[in-house]
């Protein structure tokens, strides 16, 4: 009497990815109890395609400490790769080193890096941050001089007093540093000033020119009173009236903080700061070289609570802490009427480069109690935010990657912190180091958000990708691309339509 068709009548998709949590009597039509290195397109189901290695020639037994694109104004993209300390772009199938950008870093240690003004900006936490601009890599913020110069009197001018002199540096986007010290105190009467030993820069600090500064006389204000167009000249004839000084000498222009996170929004810089761990740093608007005295947000307690990671989602900066996450609401560009809110959630992030923004969400490798649970995603509605408003779906069943919670439990809980993710096409890639001994990014995990199929119970599939050892991944000219997270040296790209990975078959 009754006739039994299965599956049901109509189209029959595979789409929903992996579901290991539950029992196969119970999960999805379209999902599997265990699928790896698929890919989902239009409700069927097919290999991922395969990497392959970029650079021919290893760039020595080293681990990629990460790994960007430096976008140029004329269109011209910059991969930037950092293994061993050294700094490299990728030239054809070859990776030529950066002179300027060898043996700076530690070997190991991840480097952080947003993009502003033409600019890639990098640290590492370790040391002084550094910028590059396709050509140079100098330092990122514009260390004012520290030596001093020498001073006689010459011929018959308008000086007539008791003067002291400042010296200022300026890099190529003619922003300038803070002053130097000021000198001993010269007397004239009726005389130029004939000043040499004018200090000048290494070629790291990214100086073009520089300014000189100098009190009225028997004064305690600098004023300027003359620039040297380049960094090499050492001499200058002072021959100004205190009536023809021009502007004040900058106070206010201090360098930026040696940090592990950065991003950029709303044309300035946010960035950590490892001496002071509970400040976040930011720049003036399309400024990003240097910081003022109080240009920071404290965030956190500087003990146990300390900034771990930033993301942005609508127009808010999310500070992520070790026991909290942190909202700072920016209602327009003036910092004094930024507020900071706490997230109501219990959840937090440890992975700088794992957080990752999708249809209006961000989502981020979530930590509970120390403890990695999965992929949690934070969102806000349209109006404005507020403590009692902004939610974030969390823990529990309500992870993004509930479907294969026992996947993520199997996660390295002590190298949650190189967890590292990206978009592309629609898809979440997420590099985590799963147990049994290993210590190393060693499997990726897909969340896939592009599927028009899933079922009103979905709103994204799952799949893991095996045979990956991904430290970092970066898009390059619209093309996906990953620097190892072993000691080999090697860059790959994603290549369409390879079923294998470096010629290894894609299990």
């Given amino acids: 009497m009754f006739k039994k068709i299965y599956p049901n009548r109509g189209k029959l998709v595979f789409d929903g990815g992996k579901n290991s949590k539950y029992e196969k009597s119970l999960i999805e039509d379209n999902e599997s109890p265990s699928c790896a290195n698929v890919i989902f397109n239009a409700g069927s189901v097919g290999t991922r395609d395969g990497f392959s290695k970029v650079n021919t020639a290893s760039v020595g037994t080293y681990v990629c400490d990460g790994i960007y694109s430096r976008q140029g104004q004329n269109s011209s993209d910059t991969m930037v790769a950092f293994f061993g300390g050294h700094g490299f772009t990728l030239v054809g199938t070859s990776f030529s080193t950066i002179p300027s950008a060898q043996s700076i870093y530690t070997a190991g240690t991840r480097i952080a890096g947003a993009q502003m003004e033409n ?111 380049d960094n090499t000249t050492t001499v200058f004839s002072d021959n100004i009236a205190d009536a023809s000084l021009g502007a004040l000498a900058p106070v206010d222009k201090g360098v930026p903080p040696k940090y592990t996170t950065i991003i950029y929004h709303k044309n300035r810089l946010f960035m950590n700061d490892t001496a002071n761990p509970q400040f976040i740093w930011y720049t003036d608007i399309d400024e990003p070289y240097t910081v003022g005295p109080l240009s920071f947000l404290t965030l956190g307690d500087g003990s146990t609570d300390l900034v771990k990671a930033l993301g942005i989602q609508d127009s808010n900066l999310v500070v992520f802490c ?151 991944f970066v898009i390059h000219n619209g093309l996906l691309y990953y620097g190892t997270s072993t000691a080999t040296g090697f860059v790959y790209q994603e290549s369409s339509g390879v079923y294998s990975d470096d010629g290894t078959a894609i299990d």
């Fill in 119 to 229: 600019h890639l900006f990098v640290n590492n936490g370790n040391v002084i941050p550094y910028k590059y601009n396709g050509v140079a890599f100098t330092r990122h913020g514009i260390y004012p001089p520290t030596d001093t110069a020498s001073y006689v009197t010459g011929a018959g001018g308008n000086p007539n007093g008791a003067y002291s002199y400042k010296f200022t540096y300026v890099n190529s986007a003619s922003v300038e540093s803070d002053a130097s010290t000021f000198s001993t105190t010269l007397t004239v009467a009726a005389s130029k000033i004939e000043i040499s030993s004018i200090p000048v820069a290494a070629q790291s600090f990214g100086v073009n020119s520089r300014n000189i500064y100098r009190t009225v006389t028997s004064g305690a204000t600098f004023f300027r009173v003359g620039s040297i167009s």
């Fill in 322 to 472: 070790e026991r909290s996450p942190w909202i700072v609401y920016m209602a327009d560009t003036t910092p004094a009427n930024w507020r900071i809110v706490r997230a109501k959630s219990d959840m937090t992030t440890k992975s700088p480069f794992g957080i990752f923004n999708y249809n209006n969400k961000l989502a981020f490798p979530a930590v509970q109690n120390d403890t990695f649970i999965g992929i949690s995603a934070l969102a806000s509605g349209t109006q404005e935010p507020t403590t009692t408003y902004l939610t974030l779906l969390a823990a529990g069943g309500v992870t993004k990657s509930d479907r294969v919670e026992p996947d993520m439990f199997d996660m390295a809980d002590a190298y949650v912190g190189n967890f590292s993710a990206i978009v592309h096409k629609n898809r979440a890639l997420i590099s985590m180091t799963k147990t049994a001994g290993n210590t190393l990014n060693n499997i990726v995990y897909v969340m896939d958000f592009s599927n028009s199929n899933l079922s009103d119970k979905q709103t994204e599939s799952w799949c893991p990708y095996t045979g990956l050892n991904v430290a970092q």
